[in-house]
Structures are given as structure tokens and as C-alpha cells.
Nanobody
Framework: QVQLVESGGGLVQAGGSLRLSCVVSGSIFSRITMVWYRQAPGKQRELVATITSGGSTTYADSAKGRFTISRDNAKNTVYLQMNSLKPEDAAVYYC????????WGQGTQVTVSS
């Protein structure tokens, strides 16, 4: 049973930065594509950024130029560096497979004050 543990969220002022981490249990991490999602109150969960096993990345338009997804296969960890944060980035952030194939973790809350 794969477990996802997200961390790194917090309260930050608009324009600030946060680095989120997601540790994935299990031995298959290096071979899989990972995705960061977020869900704001009253809204559907949305894809933020994707990284393939080979390190190729894609981003939602809202994240382009501000967020960077990366991975450390030795640590079974995927990261999301978030810069120039805006109030509309406030949400609970999750990692998972494409299409959310694993059980969701608890997520990490990001709050951005204006």
C-alpha cells in the first residue's frame, strides 16, 4: 500500500515562497510520473504540475513561471517550489499519480495573505 505524505505548507504573504515536499513509500517511485494537485475551498481539485520519471515537467497555466516541480528519486520525494505566491494559490496541495490513482494523503495547507 503506497502512502503519500505531503508537507511544507504554511502561511505566507503574497509574493512569498514555499517549498512543498511529498514522500512516497514503496520502491517504484523512480519509474513513475508524479503530479501535484491543489484544492481550494468550494472548488474541484486541479492539476498544478507534473514530472515524469525522466524529469520532464509540465505546468498548469496558473503555475507557469512561478512554480517548479522536481524530484529526488533517492529520497522517494517530489517537490514543488512555489514563488511569487498569490492569494489565489491558497489551497490544500496534494501529490499523486496522474488521475489520482493512489489513495490521497492528508495534503498540506497553503495560505497566502494579501
Amino acid at each position: 500500500q503506497v502512502q503519500l505524505v505531503e508537507s511544507g505548507g504554511g502561511l505566507v504573504q503574497a509574493g512569498g515562497s514555499l517549498r512543498l515536499s511529498c514522500v512516497v513509500s514503496g520502491s517504484i517511485f523512480s519509474r513513475i510520473t508524479m503530479v501535484w494537485y491543489r484544492q481550494a475551498p468550494g472548488k474541484q481539485r486541479e492539476l498544478v504540475a507534473t514530472i515524469t520519471s525522466g524529469g520532464s515537467t509540465t505546468y498548469a497555466d496558473s503555475a507557469k513561471g512561478r512554480f517548479t516541480i522536481s524530484r529526488d528519486n533517492a529520497k522517494n520525494t517530489v517537490y514543488l517550489q512555489m514563488n511569487s505566491l498569490k492569494p489565489e494559490d491558497a489551497a490544500v496541495y496534494y501529490c499523486n499519480l496522474p488521475s489520482g490513482g493512489w489513495n490521497w494523503g492528508q495534503g498540506t495547507q497553503v495560505t497566502v495573505s494579501s
